[in-house]
């Protein structure tokens, strides 16, 4: 059971590992809802204790069944295979010291959970599965990937006893039966990266205690069924075809921790998200999902990481308040959602904030002076905007960012001299950003636009008077005219 845990462990944070988080939920291996005619935990595998114990017959021959279905015929020459032991069987011994098996594992994860393989050109699950009325765990990776088969519905038949199910890149396709319904003893359902289709089945909804669901990357269909799992911890469906609203049903449990629905096609709007008190991270960028931003954000302290990149039908202005009370945030991702509108100056007070993608949108005036206030920021993309006016950050703070503080392609960034910020920064030089009060370049647009098309006073103060930024409109033009022609001239160097 340990050594599954760890594996688990491991393809989680593995998982987690391109989102730069340290995630520090657990994963779930309950041994509660134990059977209860056996008396403790799996056995260590040392033939000292219950030494008159023996494997339950029926399931011995079970076992040979699954093994030589998997290409691991060597297991069948194990005279008493709970006594016998590999890694990746446990067995737990009934009140009349008889062993029954509760958990099988396959596949090569890592060095140390070496699991038996699987013949990759002709491995199958064994319907004598069904024969283990004990089995609590079932775990099989990367088995079927040149044998490519459904998921058997026979496994339906292990739902009085089985709590976790994990068939983790295997190939699998069609669609996941209806008959997983059944087992309403898990807790941990994962068919992760298989080519599964057709739709999720409703079924599920009868697994009250499930408290992991990942059916990500997959090829399932159709709209998320409008199921509550009141237990459930992280649910992860990213990277499938599913299309429809999001269902409010989902959003209701209050005990998840995790939720991914990236890279789907599911529009609407985001639901009322009040009773996720401990959400550490939601995910649902790249969807076609409709704005208003949800109000319901506020107080949601554990948030973590809020990623709602990619979802161009938002359309929408951020209200200042939206952001207000996550105290935890880290990592807001707002990316390419056809925002509009100012940046929300609160947003400078989540002070925890550490990854800040706020570029392709239509963000108009000014990075909030308040943005100085972030101590924790270390990435923060706002390119592809209309942002004007100064760039709030002190020098060192630029230099730190380096590359991932990105400003190219805006409208009229600039840098107050006395900030200590100069041209010789690369953030700043390869973005085209000039000195306040003299011609932007690489924006193509002078620091004057601000002054004369802002109507906001405050917008003034970047350059002192209106006769002053006529002038330097004059002289803008002129300088652009210079930079064409010496690009011109770079142009035809090159050439040669
Ligand atoms: C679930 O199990 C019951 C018996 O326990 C059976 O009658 C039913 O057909 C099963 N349903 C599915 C979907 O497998
Ligand atoms: C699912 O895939 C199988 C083959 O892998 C195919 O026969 C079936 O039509 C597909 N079903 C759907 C709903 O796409
Ligand atoms: C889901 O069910 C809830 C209540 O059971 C209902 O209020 C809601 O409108 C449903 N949503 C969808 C998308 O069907
Ligand atoms: C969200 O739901 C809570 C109660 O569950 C309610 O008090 C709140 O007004 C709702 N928020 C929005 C924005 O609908
Ligand atoms: C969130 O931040 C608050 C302080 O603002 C802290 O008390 C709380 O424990 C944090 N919650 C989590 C889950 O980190
Ligand atoms: C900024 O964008 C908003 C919404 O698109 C617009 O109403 C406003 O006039 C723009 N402000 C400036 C200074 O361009
Ligand atoms: C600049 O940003 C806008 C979005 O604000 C985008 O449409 C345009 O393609 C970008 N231009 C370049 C050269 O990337």
């Known amino acids: 059971m340990k050594s599954l845990l760890t594996a688990l462990l491991f393809l989680v944070l ?18 509660s809802g134990t059977p209860s005619s056996l008396v403790d935990g799996p056995q260590s595998g040392l033939p000292t204790s219950n030494n008159g114990a023996q494997t339950d017959a029926r399931e011995q021959e079970a076992v040979y069944d699954i093994m030589r279905a998997t290409g691991n015929d060597w297991a069948t020459d194990i005279p008493d295979v709970c006594r016998g032991r590999w890694h990746g069987i446990e067995c737990m011994p009934d009140k009349d010291n ?34 283990l009325p004990h089995l609590r765990t079932l775990f099989f990776y990367r088995c079927f990937t040149n044998n490519p088969q459904p998921i058997p519905s026979f496994l339906g038949q292990l739902g009085s006893s089985l709590q ?62 409008n199921i509550s799992f009141p237990a459930l911890s992280v649910l992860n469906l990213n990277q499938n075809h599913l299309t429809g609203l999001l269902p409010t049903t989902l959003f209701t449990s209050n ?65 200042e308040t939206t952001f207000v009370g996550l105290n935890n945030l880290t990592i807001l991702g707002l990316s390419n959602m056809n925002l509009e509108g100012p940046i929300p100056e609160s947003l400078g007070r989540v002070r925890t904030l550490r990854v800040l993608h706020l570029d392709g949108n239509r963000f108009n005036d000014t990075i909030p002076p308040s943005f100085a206030n972030l101590d924790s920021l ?12 100064p760039i709030p950050f002190k020098r060192e703070r630029v230099w730190r960012m380096g590359r991932k503080l990105r400003l190219n392609n805006n409208s009229g960034l600039c840098y107050d001299a006395k900030s200590g910020l ?9 973005a085209g950003i000039g000195h306040c009060g003299t011609t932007n370049v690489g924006g193509g647009v002078s620091v004057q636009h ?47």
């Open 164 to 225: 976790s199910l994990v068939l983790r890149e295997n190939g699998h396709i069609g669609a996941i039966p209806y008959e997983l319904g059944n087992l309403t003893r898990l807790t941990v359902l994962d068919l992760h990266r298989n080519n599964l289709n057709g739709s999720i089945p409703v079924s599920l909804g009868m697994i009250t205690g499930l408290r992991s669901l990942d059916l990500s990357s997959n090829r399932l269909s159709g709209s998320i069924p």
């Open 378 to 389: 270390s990435e923060l993309r706002l390119e592809n905007n209309r942002l004007t006016g």
């Open 255 to 319: 005990s998840l921790i995790k939720i991914d629905l990236s890279r789907n096609r599911i529009s609407g709007p985001i639901p009322n998200l009040t009773n996720l008190e401990d959400l550490i991270l939601l995910d649902i960028s790249y969807n076609t999902l409709a704005g208003p931003l949800p109000q319901s954000l506020q107080g949601l302290e554990s948030l973590q990481a809020l990623i709602l990149n990619g979802n161009p039908s938002m359309s929408t202005t951020i209200p």
């Open 422 to 430: 100069g041209d010789d920064l690369d953030t700043l030089s390869s």
């Open 14 to 31: 593995a998982a987690n590992a391109r989102l730069g988080l340290v995630m520090s939920f657990t994963v779930i291996m309950s041994d």
């Open 98 to 131: 008889v062993f029954h098996v509760v958990s099988l594992s396959f596949g090569a994860l890592s060095d140390d959970t070496a699991f038996p393989t699987c013949d990759l050109a002709r491995s199958s699950i064994s319907p004598s599965i069904t024969k």
């Open 450 to 496: 601000i002054a004369t098309n802002g109507d906001g006073d405050h917008k003034l103060k970047y350059s002192s008077t209106k006769s002053e930024a006529a002038s330097l409109a004059k002289r803008g033009s002129i300088s652009r005219k210079m930079i064409e022609l010496i690009l011109i001239f770079l142009f035809v160097l090159i050439l040669f």
